[in-house]
């Protein structure tokens, strides 16, 4: 798998960014990416020192097509730890 591969999208959302304050970034990864992984994309992408790196599976919730509860797809979650003093400014408001 590239590097280029690994993030699929930030997540801007009012818990990621209240973790913000404290150095912590949220991305949607891919299903098969693994810590190393992602801690080489967010630096190369970046140009940051990731200190840490924590993965969460989340499940799909159920989705009504008519009468059909569907599932949604699962998807992974990388919260990535900054070294201190480094921020993404991808994220940061204009």
């Not at 949604?72 to 990388?78: G, Q």
Request: cysteine-free; overall charge positive; aromatic content about 8%.
């Amino acid at each position: 798998m590239h590097l280029y591969e690994v993030l699929r999208r930030p997540l801007i959302t009012e818990k990621s960014t209240v973790l913000q304050s404290e150095g912590k970034y949220a991305f949607e990864v891919a299903m098969d990416a693994n810590k190393p992984l992602v801690k080489q994309a967010v630096e190369k992408a970046f140009k940051v020192e990731v200190t840490k790196v924590n993965l969460i599976n989340m499940k799909g919730k159920s989705r009504r097509l008519g009468r059909r509860e569907l599932p949604a797809h699962p998807w992974k979650k990388a919260i990535v730890t900054l070294k201190p003093g480094d921020s993404i400014e991808f994220f940061e408001g204009s």
